[in-house]
């Protein structure tokens, strides 16, 4: 069982940027797989961005060119860098490194003027 906390959301104005951080309990060299997750309130979840351990790194379509995932195994940290935010971005942001469930407790992101 690996444990999730993500942290960095907040209030931002469209067009803004925030970068999210989701700390994880175990070596995450270890650990194939790494994704972040949105649920808005009375929505599904929704997979915006996966990063494997070997490089690959891939984005929904709703976020690509805006939202970067990437790692730094040192700090067994997984983040996610946000720009040009939009209000349909607004949600609590999840990670974990199962699509099935078991990720943390989010983080909240509200995209806003």
């Known amino acids: 069982q690996v444990q999730f906390v993500e942290s960095g959301g907040g209030l931002v104005q469209p067009g803004g940027s925030l970068r999210l951080s989701c700390l994880v309990s175990e070596d995450l060299w270890s650990i194939t797989a790494m994704y972040w997750f949105r649920q808005p309130p009375g929505k599904e979840p929704e997979l915006i961005a996966v990063s494997l351990s070997g490089g690959y790194t891939d984005h929904a379509t709703s976020v690509k060119g805006r939202f970067e995932i990437s790692r730094d195994n040192s700090k067994n940290t997984v983040y996610l860098e946000m720009n040009n935010l939009k209000p349909e971005d607004t949600a609590v942001y999840y990670c974990?490194?199962?699509?099935?469930?078991?990720w943390g407790q989010g983080t909240q992101v509200t995209v806003s003027s």
């Open positions: 974990g490194n199962k699509p099935e469930g078991g």
